[in-house]
């Protein structure tokens, strides 16, 4: 139906509101299309401007490692306490349930197992696969000054051109060899190297001394990967001072699901992330819950429904 001149009179035009502008929360997004800010934004809380992210994708090179030979059983009750799951299409496919929706971070390098040189690895998951899956981000491994640095650097580019052309993010874990030193100087170039050959975030591991230049000389958000098993009280301090020194969250397995309460630790590493506690006062909250998660009784008890 035409629109009259009197209909037009009735309507609200708000003509002294300016329509807003605003900017995007997240460090280096501002000039993101709208479906790469949108999978940020669920995979990083709006509110926060941080993350945490589950990593459960070791079974990609190492098999089933300790903790998680049973994804359905232990696992999956622990998903919807997580923000975002990193894992690998097989983990995903035949073991998450469809109706979880929280966003995934789809590990799609692959190849060496730790029987090989782990750097000799190639891009194991075609972008159709992962879009048909509704991930929220692709991820693989960098090898910066390792064997494979090259192969691994093109793998990266080649996901991110990939990703831009659908707006799905591209996340870069910075591997570290055992050869390699775990210092500052390492990870500000490795980080700086992932970001200027455009992904949209970084995962690396923390460094006691100077991380808070990693994290300032990195023109995208970095989240902290967990690394080995730590006593609770440890981990949730690296975590802390991670954030502290500007990480934008954690990605974390083993610091998670090869805890004793691995309910109760997701709990506290959540105040560490979000709400800044002080380590102390998160451990002291991990063993409150984990005394009430024990009571309950073993893990592989609990429904596995989501
Ligand atoms: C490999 O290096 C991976 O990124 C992992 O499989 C995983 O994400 C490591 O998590 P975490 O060290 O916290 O157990």
Not at 188 to 216: N, S, W
Not at 240 to 248: F, H, K, L, P, V
Request: with cysteine; glycine share 8%.
């Amino acid at each position: 139906m035409a629109d009259t001149d009197a209909v037009k009179e009735a309507k609200k035009f708000y003509e002294d509101i300016p329509m807003k502008t605003p900017g995007f929360f997240l460090k280096g997004a501002g000039s993101l299309d709208w479906g790469m800010k949108n999978r940020l934004a669920r995979i990083f809380n709006p509110d926060s401007g941080r993350t945490v992210m589950l990593a459960i994708d070791h079974g990609y090179f190492q098999g089933p490692t300790t903790g998680l030979e049973r994804v359905d059983l232990n696992i999956v009750p622990l998903m919807p306490m997580a923000d975002a799951l990193m894992l690998t299409r097989g983990i995903l496919r035949t073991t998450v349930p469809p109706a979880l929706t929280k966003p995934i971070v789809m590990r799609c390098s692959g190849g060496p197992s730790i029987l090989k040189e782990l750097s000799n690895e190639e891009l194991a998951v075609d972008i159709e696969d992962a879009i048909r899956m509704n991930v929220s981000a692709v991820t693989l491994q960098v090898f910066i000054g390792g064997e494979h640095e090259t192969r691994s650097v093109h793998n990266m580019t080649r996901l991110v051109d990939m990703g831009m052309r659908y707006g799905i993010p591209t996340m870069a874990v910075t591997a570290v060899g055992k050869t390699m030193t775990r210092d500052a100087q390492y990870f500000r170039l490795a980080c700086r190297i992932c970001a200027e050959l455009g992904v949209q975030f970084v995962k690396t591991y923390y460094c006691p001394e100077g991380f808070e230049t990693v994290t300032a000389s990195c023109p995208v958000p970095i989240v902290m990967a967990g690394g080995k098993k730590l006593p609770e009280l440890e981990a949730l301090t690296m975590a802390y001072n991670a954030i502290q020194r500007g990480a934008s969250g954690v990605d974390m397995g083993r610091n998670i699901f090869q805890s004793e309460a691995p309910k109760a630790m997701m709990q506290a590493i959540h105040k560490v992330v979000h709400k800044n506690m002080k380590p102390e006062d998160a451990h002291d909250l991990y063993l409150t819950l984990k005394g009430k998660e024990l009571k309950k009784g073993a893990r592989h008890a609990e429904p596995a429904a989501v």
